[in-house]
Nanobody, 119 residues
Framework: VQVAESGGGLVQAGGSLRLTCAAS????????IGWFRQAPGKEREGVGCIKTTGTTLYADSVKDRFTISRDNAKNTVYLQMNSLKPEDTAVYYC??????????????WGQGTQVTVSS
């Protein structure tokens, strides 16, 4: 079971980025997939997740700006980030779990992708 993030980069405040979490060794429709981020000097925090049912959950800090979606045919989960703010700057990780939701103790993690938002 592996997940790999891509799509990070440098963007100006107010801009958009779409991160991709590509899965291998399992199908994304039977795992919960979550997105986390870690800014320098801060603890890793949850951004949101998509359950096997397709239901999505978001942290208050990104609600109405970020959207998680799943493409079963491509075995991929996306994190669409709009109206980006400098405080969104972090390394973003995706994680997978056979449980209902993804937590910081979930077993499968990618290497992360850097997102930098300039003011």
């Amino acid at each position: 079971v592996q997940v790999a993030e891509s799509g990070g980069g440098l963007v100006q405040a107010g801009g958009s980025l779409r991160l991709t979490c590509a899965a291998s060794g399992f199908t994304v429709d039977i795992f919960a997939i979550g997105w986390f981020r870690q800014a320098p000097g801060k603890e890793r925090e949850g951004v949101g997740c998509i359950k096997t049912t397709g239901t999505t959950l978001y942290a208050d800090s990104v609600k109405d700006r970020f959207t998680i979606s799943r493409d079963n045919a491509k075995n991929t989960v996306y994190l669409q980030m709009n109206s980006l703010k400098p405080e969104d700057t972090a390394v973003y990780y995706c994680a997978a779990d056979l449980g209902v939701v993804v937590t910081s103790t979930s077993p499968y993690w990618g290497q992360g992708t850097q997102v930098t938002v300039s003011s």
